[in-house]
């Protein structure tokens, strides 16, 4: 019987806390991949939204580190942006989270300059675009229609205001398909913010560098106290819900790591004392020390790697489902890539090496006279 064979065997012979152990592992993990694909999504769905549009820089408050910063009136920045070299145009954004269905959870309300650029990238699908910069109208994202059981020609009431839904777009960021778009001043009517804006959208001419938008970034640092013009990279990384997200994910990989290992070295522990007799006879047998630690090590590895796997696709199920909650859909995109999953696996297999360890070598001193004696 091979030493891989004879570790099942043993693990086998026990199933309850074989089972119990595996089902902590799986807990573990599933927890870490579920906080992390949701916090990365998160970062990635904004990002995407930001690259989408075709925005170079974006500027905005320097305290301004929330999903939807707080508006600021854009006229005198916008107009000292406008003439910076190489700003080809330059456009304001208000976004708001409001109410737009009773039925429906709060959705994502964006208010864009009409005729800006920041239309050129979503395709209609069905209807017709805002007539001009006054309708009363809304577009609303393929995903939104769906969570709001709108279509083209129906009404929307926002804030108490009655808007007729002139048409439904796609685009390729998951937050703007979940999203209601109006024009920007319609979004400032609404709000009652007029002539204010979250995010001030900058596209560069063609001729542009890496050195005039390092330029660029200086002289809105220089010249414009209180705002800040960064990267939509950037501008996600600094984001407030962001960087709490990350902050949780990373907390509970410490967590996840740390009892994983302990349930193992527990495991492996009372499976080593239970088991003293049985590895005082190998040892009599002739068995190296050196196998009894592999022995323990493989046990101990394939308990950790079980509960690693069905951790992954628990997790995964888990990130998928909070995704397509009524709360949550439109909002997030959960990211599952390869590389990070294999390094969740690489850390099941490390709460084996590190939960093994000590019974492994303590297995491996036992004196076959003692442990044959040994009741």
Known sequence: MNLFRFALDNLYRRPARSGLTVSAISLGIAAVVALTSIAWGFEASWQKANDARGTDLIVTRIASQNSMPSPFLAAKVQDALARLPHVKEVVGLLSEMLTVSEEAPPAFVFGWVYGSYLWDHLRLIDGRWPADSDEAVVMVGSLASEMLHKKTGDQVEIEGQVF??????????????????????????????????NFLNIKLDAGASEADLASIKEQVKKTMPGFLAITSGELVGNNAIVRISKAMSNATILIATLVGALVVFNTMLMSINERTREI????????????????????????????????ILLGAGLAVGLEHLELMRGKI?????????????????????FGGLYPALKASRLLPSAALRHE
Request: aromatic share 6%.
């Open 164 to 197: 007729k839904v002139a048409g439904i777009f796609e685009s390729s960021a998951v937050v703007e398909n979940g999203a209601v778009i109006m024009t920007l001043n319609r979004a400032q009517a609404l709000t009652d913010k007029p002539g204010k804006v």
């Open 280 to 311: 005082g006879i190998l040892l009599a047998l002739g068995w190296q020390r050196a196998t009894i630690i592999k022995l323990v090590f493989t046990e101990a590895m394939l308990l950790s790697l079980l509960g690693g796997l069905l951790g």
């Open 333 to 353: 995109d959960a990211i599952f890539s390869i590389p990070f999953l294999f390094a969740v696996l690489g850390l099941s297999v490390l709460l084996g090496v």
